[in-house]
């Protein structure tokens, strides 16, 4: 028996780098308002007893796993959410045994600060929760089932922005001074649909990537980074955006969705869905309202 012990971890948004981060490119990342907790028990039976809350408290996910299934990365036919779990926990295991082989059970519950629609980090709070119960590092656990470039496990355990890279494959972070003096133009808009990162990453993974691209996208988060002025900022969004696009092959979510509108819209993360920000000298919530996005966030309603 233990006493109950509370993890928790932040979400993020990637405002630059998107993609190219995973070849090396230098990224800026904010940790979100939003994330994750994970509330672990003494359970018995040799199993989890796993429940997983969305924001308005309703369980949008629950199964009973057994030890043995995390032992031996036994997967259910058709049980995707499941079979997820086990391969992470399965990995947990290979790191620290103990958790198991030491335990007669537990119960687990999570707890979302934000929809799991939104793409703030179901997975990467859970994995970093994970890692944090079990003292394992999380990057490696991530590395080990998801995938992904890790700049939002750097976020999930810090609260400032980062300026994120890999080198050699491992993560490079620090923490940066991202404070814009025209933070009050910058909204996050919610685009009614969840994007597939996994997918997104497949798809981009078939292209060539330039190291003249990963120079100009280091350039343009820079500009990003440094910009002093909203004409500088929205400047360097163009372009990225404009690269972004061209390395793609996709129109930006401007050109598509958005093209009379007066203002700059980034993608952030993988493209298509989730949140854009949006960059905008006069209040852009009437206009989005009216195209059918309903969910808007002001800079200080979504970045720590």
Request: with cysteine; net charge neutral.
């Amino acid at each position: 028996m233990f006493n109950k012990k509370t993890f928790y971890s932040n979400g993020k948004l990637l405002i630059t780098a998107e993609y190219l981060v995973l070849d090396g490119a230098k990224a800026l990342a904010l940790p979100t308002k939003f994330g994750q907790s994970l509330i672990v028990e003494s359970g018995n039976n040799n199993e989890i007893v796993w429940k997983s809350y969305d924001l308005d408290n309703s369980i949008w996910y629950e199964d009973i796993i057994a030890f043995n299934e995390i032992k031996n990365r036994i997967f259910v036919e058709s049980q995707d959410i499941k079979n997820t779990l086990i391969a992470i926990l399965h990995q947990s295991f290979l790191k620290n045994p103990n958790f198991i082989n030491n335990s007669v059970g537990y119960k687990v519950a999570t707890n979302l600060t934000f929809s799991k629609n939104w793409g703030l980090g179901t997975s990467s709070t859970l994995i970093n929760n994970i890692a944090q119960w079990l003292e394992i590092d999380a990057f490696e656990l991530l590395n080990n089932s998801f995938g992904g470039s890790g700049y939002d496990i750097a976020c999930a355990q810090n609260n400032l922005p980062i300026l994120y890279h890999l080198e050699n494959k491992k993560p490079i972070f620090e923490k940066v001074n991202f404070n814009p003096n025209f933070k009050n133009n910058l909204y996050f808009l919610y685009l009614n649909q969840k994007q597939n990162s996994r997918k997104a990453i497949e798809n981009y993974r078939k292209k060539e990537i330039s190291k003249h691209s990963i120079q100009e996208i280091n350039t343009l988060t820079n500009q990003v980074l440094l910009a002093t002025n909203i004409h500088a900022f929205s400047s360097a969004l163009k372009k990225h955006e404009n690269l972004l696009s061209h390395i793609l092959e996709v129109e930006t979510i401007q050109q598509q969705l958005f093209s009379d509108f007066v203002g700059t819209i980034k993608s952030l993360g993988a493209w298509g869905g989730d949140f854009v920000m949006v960059l905008s000298e006069t209040d852009p919530v009437a206009y989005f309202k009216n195209k059918g996005f309903e969910t808007i966030l002001k800079y200080s309603e979504m970045i720590l």
